[in-house]
């Protein structure tokens, strides 16, 4: 298809001696009478008063100052609070006595129950002592009478004092709101929110909350969960980040470290693709062989290029599209035609499954789009309000709206009602190429013609920002987290960003990409690939975290291969469509059960052969070894005759 779009976790209740944001035992009352962060139980000084180095060991330690060269401090204190993380606070507590070393200082551990327990001027005075900046003198004083005067914690070095009470502040206010104290809400907004000099657009926001009618509308419109939510804890772990992690250790400290290291295997292992995480005990790696690599099953039915395919969300259907103005719609277990739409008068460009895969709409250049029934067949209805080709389309996270994009210039983009109402049509006067909905549900993406990328607020419909590549934008993906972009580029690049800051996360060069409309997708299990066409009639396979080319797979006969999908139940699975008309299935087979799958397959490949003289479509079905004969794994990598004899089966069977 032409770019230019044309004809183209322990018990929860049992109180935890020191996990960070959790209730104080015995044990911790008793060690905030005398100890300090990190000082051994003989002593008795202040935190950072001490004429002992913090975190100093008793006179009658005689241990090894590290631990295979770690801090031994370090390395203690993580394990105390992992022990209680883990609810074993009698072991935590004996590690505590055994080593001196306790897990935080007595004002830690009062900033933090003053923070848990909202008592906001005595966390203030904890954090940075008597008179913390941006302290005009006034406000609201809410506080049990206890007065805690120290010289406040140490910060981190990238500490923004004001953005920490900000955050402190701006909790204090929302639960005045809770309660209805609106008087004393209205003093904190103005005596101590205001002085700080923030974000200004948050200040605003923050004022219109003044007229929520009720708690449970002021918890809708601040997206809060209230003070008896969660919101006091995801402060303090949003503080306790600010805090120096030597006076605070951040929560969870060694499950954070844990997941470091098993990021840092599978970020080094090219072939990585199951959901099952790395064992701790060995180093991890994946072996090559099982990855999919070879040709299963070719099918041939559409009789013209193949320009897209996309797996439903179940992973049980396949639906490509195509030049020749049908829709195909395959089961993928069996990969029988379940559906043959044929009510497109103009070659048919993109399709794409509802969240609940219930509905499906496709884009045609017939200038229309078409929603359907996916079981029955049907068409359900049909969108004419466009006067150039629709290229692409998208589907909101409710399932009841989607999104049509298309070349022309006065609607390009426009919502719609599954009972076809109109509901907006997004102004901006350029021509949409391709469009994504970001599964969060906060962002709707555009590429256009004009090779800029539009990045909406698709809640409130306004534009965040835009900005211009500089060469031709062919197709727009988001990763299933709603981190990031994937961007296929016309200059044999593909680019990764981050959708926040827009900024370039990660590269991919290889493949040929020029004149024609080729798109990639991120895939895999937890998508750790991203898998592209290429106009040299390959597949090209990068790993997302390390950016390095995993595969080139020899693919379609000739022409652009167009798109690719991976089946997002099955990282064994992925497809290709290309101008040969093709889709391919490759998969590893252990020798034991080529036999059975021979058999199989036979009947299957006997079942589905086109008995056609015409120009086909090519699947490719990639099938793991420890899966059943009828699991394919697809992907256009291949080229087999599309009249394939007993020759052509067998050398398919037998790779």
Known sequence: MRLDGETTNSNPNSPRTFSNGSSLSPLHKAALLNTTNGVSHSQSTTNGTSSHANGAASASRTAAPTYFGHDREEVARILIQSLSDLGYNGAAGTLSRES??????????????????????????????????????????????????????????????????????????????????????????????????????????????????????????????????????????????????????????????????????????????????????????????????????????????????????????????????????????????????????????????????????????????????????????????????????????????????????????????????????????????????SADGQRLITISTEKRIHVYNYRTREEEYNFELKVDLTCISISQNSRYMLVNMADNEIQLLDIETAEIVRRFMGQKQGTYVIRSSFGGAAENFIISGSQDSRVYIWHKENGMLVETLEGHRSGCVNAVAWNPKDPRMFASAGDDSKLVDRSYVHRKEKNQRKQVIQARLDALRIRSSRKSDLIAIHQHPHTLACCALISSLACVPANLGEGGISNIISM
């Open 100 to 437: 001196g070393y306790e897990l935080e200082s007595p004002t830690v551990a009062a900033f933090r129950i003053a923070v848990l327990q909202g008592e906001w001027a005595e966390a203030e005075n904890l954090l940075f002592g008597s008179h913390p900046s941006g302290d005009s003198g006034g406000g609201v004083s809410i506080s049990n009478g206890h007065s805690h005067q120290s010289g406040g914690l140490v910060l981190a070095e990238e500490a923004d004092k004001d953005q920490m009470l900000f955050w402190m502040r701006q909790q204090k206010f929302l639960e005045l709101l809770e309660e209805r104290d609106l008087g004393n809400a209205l003093m904190v907004l103005r005596q101590e929110l205001t002085p700080l000099h923030q974000d200004i657009g948050k200040l605003h926001a923050l004022s219109s909350l003044i007229m929520c009618q009720s708690a449970e509308d002021l918890k809708a419109q601040a997206q809060w969960d209230g003070a008896e939510g969660l919101s006091r804890h995801n402060l303090l772990s949003d503080l306790s980040r600010s805090i120096s992690p030597s006076v605070m250790i951040p929560e969870h400290r060694l499950a954070v470290l844990l997941d470091q290291v098993k990021q840092n295997q599978i970020s080094n292992c090219l072939y990585h693709n199951t959901a099952t995480s790395p064992s701790l005990y060995s180093n991890h790696r994946c072996d090559r062989s099982q990855f999919p690599r070879s040709t299963l099953l070719e099918l041939s039915q559409h009789s013209d290029e193949v320009w897209f395919l996309e797996f439903s969300h179940d992973g049980t259907r396949l639906a490509t599209t195509s030049k020749d103005r049908t829709i195909i719609i395959y089961n993928t277990s069996s990969f029988e035609v379940l559906h043959r739409l044929s009510e497109h008068e103009g070659a048919v460009a993109y399709v794409a499954w509802s969240p609940d895969d219930s509905k499906l709409v496709s884009c045609s250049q017939d200038r229309r789009a078409k929603l359907w029934d996916p079981v029955s067949g049907h068409c359900i209805l049909t969108v004419e309000a466009h006067v150039e080709p629709v290229t692409t389309a998208a589907w909101a996270s409710d399932g009841q709206t989607f999104i049509t994009g298309s070349l022309d210039i006065q609607a390009q983009l426009c919502a719609w009602d599954v009972n076809g109402r109109h509901i907006y049509t997004w102004p901006g006067g350029y021509r949409v190429q391709d469009c994504a909905i």
